[in-house]
């Protein structure tokens, strides 16, 4: 079962990762996936300056806003615009 993993630790909580946990969320269940993909919070990834840091199985991607996830969201979980 692929994950996303949200990292909810000191420096990301602090640039928004509760906010990204949440709108994470909302598109799982929005688009039925919450059975099909694991969704939860990790502490410390060891990038703190970059944060929020988010792992989508082995792929770590770093300053990621609210207001980016439904393109990474796109890209990363729903495959459009991947050959």
Known sequence: ???IAIC???ACHMR???GVLEAFRALLE???LTAAIDLEGNFCQ???TEGVIIKIDDEIITNVSQDKVFAIFREKVLKEGQP
């Open 46 to 48: 060891g990038r703190c």
């Open 1 to 3: 079962m692929p994950t």
């Open 30 to 32: 929005k688009y039925n």
């Open 8 to 10: 909810i630790g000191s």
């Open 16 to 18: 928004g990762a509760h």
